[in-house]
């Protein structure tokens, strides 16, 4: 009965994570960008009782055995890239993603982080910037008076300036790409950075021989978030915690039992 006990706890605490991991999932269901975890458990170790495969006379052997699991875990909660939907938008500086790839984001220390939010505006010098104010690497400046800026879906940015009918080439967005982007570590803010389970990023042009996706220029990737998915796997979620419950409730029942044994 102790065993029930801490299984049933151990079942517990696993659903407990994978609620948080869905109200997680929920409260960025408008986040730009953003992708969903998915929670993932496994089981704990066995007590053997009776091997299987164990001798069971001079030319036999036990056929199941007798093993005892001690309950579960959490595992992972990996990083599901699925696409979101695209969104238009009124700002000419928004970028989407069609496709596989991220946006190299250069942070305040100097490091690179990477990003499907292409949600882009321009600094007092004209540097195209994240909504953090971090710049986009390549850096890309665009004179202030620059007018119908065009990002093609190569990545090459282009503008006009007042009097002059031939477009300027401001400069070329590249993308990176990841042979594991479930390995990247979740920094906030919409950012990830590289690990030793993603591997070291690939840069390239968007749309290349890379394998890298395209931009859309005026459009926003949305969550790939769904809520009704969501809301079924966190009622799937209570249940398998109120199994659980029910589970350390009968165990302490019957060891009240035993207790009373005695009387």
């Known amino acids: 009965m102790i065993r029930a006990l801490y299984s049933a706890a151990s079942g517990m605490n696993a659903q407990q994570l994978n609620v948080d991991s869905i109200a997680n999932n929920l409260a960025n269901a408008n986040s730009a960008g953003f992708k969903m975890r998915r929670a993932q458990f496994q089981d704990l170790m066995y007590q053997s009782v009776l091997q299987p495969g164990a001798s069971a006379g001079s030319q036999t052997v036990v056929p199941t055995g007798l093993q005892l699991g001690l309950g579960t875990k959490a595992s992972s909660n990996e990083i599901i890239f699925t696409q979101g939907s695209f ?25 690179i982080a990477y990003s499907r939010d292409g949600s882009f505006h ?34 090459t940015v ?67 978030v769904s809520v009704v998915e969501e809301f079924i796997n966190l009622i799937q979620s209570q249940r398998a915690y109120e199994a659980n419950s029910k589970v350390v409730k009968a165990a302490d029942e019957m060891y009240q039992q035993v207790n009373n044994l005695r009387q």
């Open 87 to 111: 969104t238009q938008t009124s700002n000419p500086l928004d970028l989407a993603i069609q496709g596989k790839g991220f946006f190299q984001i250069r942070r305040p220390d100097g490091q």
């Open 122 to 155: 321009l600094d007092k010098e004209g540097d195209l910037v994240s909504s953090d104010g971090d710049m986009l690497d390549p850096q890309i400046t665009i004179p202030a008076d620059a007018q119908n800026v065009s990002i093609a879906q190569d990545g």
């Open 158 to 224: 282009s503008y006009t300036q007042p009097g002059q009918a031939a477009a300027q080439i401001a400069g070329q967005i590249q993308l990176a790409g990841f042979q594991n982007p479930a390995g990247l570590d979740a920094i906030g803010s919409n950012l990830f950075m590289p690990t030793e389970a993603s591997g070291e990023p690939t840069v390239a042009n968007p749309g290349g021989q890379e394998g890298l996706g395209t931009l859309m220029q005026g459009y926003q990737e949305q969550s790939n």
